[in-house]
């Protein structure tokens, strides 16, 4: 008998802040239809995540996937860094 394990989900966001050695928060942005006006209202949610090698700056897009909890508020990890943020010199 094998077990099949579920597909963990992977989500993209942007990286709002380097928030200690290890760690990084990003910002998801999304849309929810109003119940009774139907107007588009924007709405956001904030992830920890864990970022084992330090890889990730502010305003890189990035994809993290659900895991194991890591700390009372870090249960994601950096898979791959999507696109670097352009630095203005």
Known sequence: MEEQRKQKK???GEVISRSGDK???IV??????HPVYGKYI???TKLCIH?????????????VV???PISKTKSW????????A???D
């Open 10 to 12: 992977a989500i993209c």
């Open 23 to 25: 760690s990084i928060r």
């Open 28 to 33: 998801l942005n999304y849309k929810v239809k």
């Open 42 to 44: 924007n709405r956001r």
């Open 51 to 63: 970022d084992e090698k330090n890889v990730a700056g502010v305003g890189d897009v990035v994809e």
């Open 66 to 68: 659900e895991c194991r």
């Open 77 to 84: 990890r950096l898979l791959k860094v999507v696109q670097k």
């Open 86 to 88: 352009v630095e203005n």
